[in-house]
């Protein structure tokens, strides 16, 4: 008997691959040999485009009624002077897409040799992305390329999907294509997708052979534990951090990476707590940067909140609504966790 959503799982797992390679391609070909300028020509913007032209071209064949919540639209490439951009855009999304199929790829799924789109067919598959999202119906969400500076600099960076029904999130896949394979062999093999439905459980697959092994966070005593955190200050509180950890006793330095990678590293036990608390109260945390990373948590046994200890919101819109930080950590350490982030926060607020 088929498990629920085991198509919606191929068809994911399928386009984020692609979005992994098409991504891979970019930096190999444009990051280091240095070709493009910054701006709207950077490599990061061209990837960015292609690999949502690529997923939404992929979703728009196998669920055509599924509406997307998107981070990218195409109004600023129907603009004049975005001839180059352009076709960039097009021989890269085609690359991809017109790519030999591999493990669970389905020609109907436009794929293949001789699946070639158009200019036009590729800007209107990213101008699917501009759903609004809500509490009603099913949708999916899309981050191209979650930590764009980690991706200039050849660090950690993520392909993010995930298919939200009702405002639950039922499914969630995370493309990693620099993330080591083995935490314990950093400069060994490369490249890693993570998977999880919800009810059944969470894996790891390696985008060079699609080997697949489950995913969970072992148990740490407090005192193991380590900060999860991101690299750029300007993200997340990274001081207020310093505190919660000093108030769980935690003496190992913080692990810091760009992207929703970090949400995979706490899956598999590369770290012990995920923690963003916010630098901007007024910002709004959009619900592409997290749908895949809180339900891959929540099916590797982990609990993932807002520093009040309430439940992510992903059926508001295209965000989470007031920031209240995020808490992610494994079951049985994310109450003392939680008790920690609110002495701090009491702590920041009496001086």
């Not at 919606?8 to 280091?32: G, H, P, Y």
């Not at 490249?191 to 059944?200: H, M, P, T």
């Not at 005593?221 to 950890?245: G, K, Y």
């Amino acid at each position: 008997m088929s498990l629920q959503y085991s198509t919606e799982k191929q068809v994911a797992i399928a386009a984020v691959r692609r979005a992994c390679a098409l991504t891979s391609s970019v930096f190999n070909k444009l990051v280091k040999t240095e070709t493009l300028t910054k701006g709207d020509k950077s490599p990061v913007t061209i990837a960015d485009y292609s690999a949502q032209a690529v997923v939404n071209t992929i979703l728009s064949k196998a669920f055509p009624s599924d509406p997307i919540v998107g981070e990218e639209d195409a109004a600023d490439l129907r603009q004049d002077g975005a001839e180059t951009l352009r076709n960039r855009i097009v021989e890269l999304s085609n690359e991809a897409l017109t790519a030999d199929l591999g493990v669970g790829d389905l020609a109907e799924w436009g794929l293949g040799p001789g699946k070639e789109r158009t200019l036009e067919q590729l800007l209107d598959a990213i101008d699917r992305g501009n759903d609004q999202g809500g509490p009603i119906g099913r949708r999916w969400s899309l981050d191209p390329i979650d930590g764009t500076k980690g991706f200039l600099r050849g660090g950690q960076y993520a392909v993010c999907l995930a298919l939200i029904v009702d405002g639950d999130v039922k499914l969630g896949v995370i493309g990693c294509p620099n993330l080591p394979v083995n935490s314990i062999e950093p400069e060994g093999l490369k490249g890693c997708i993570f998977s999880a439905v919800k009810g059944q459980g969470a894996e790891q697959i390696t985008i060079s052979d699609a080997k697949r092994s489950p995913v969970f966070i072992p148990p740490l005593e407090p005192r193991m534990l380590n900060l999860l955190e991101s690299m750029e200050a300007a993200h997340a509180d990274l001081s207020f951090n310093q505190q919660v950890s000093e108030l769980l006793g935690i003496t190992r330095p913080p692990t810091r990476m760009d992207s929703q990678a970090k949400y995979a590293c706490l899956a598999r036990g590369d770290g012990g707590v995920y923690l963003r608390m916010p630098i901007n109260p007024e910002y709004q945390e959009k619900i592409w940067d997290h749908a895949s990373g809180a339900l891959l948590i929540q099916e590797a046994g982990g609990v993932i909140t807002n520093s009040l200890g309430k439940p992510l919101d992903f059926g508001i819109g295209r965000t989470l609504g007031k920031n209240y930080g995020i808490v992610a950590a494994r079951k049985d350490v994310h109450a003392q966790v939680l008790e920690a982030v609110q002495k701090a926060r009491s702590a920041q607020a009496a001086l």
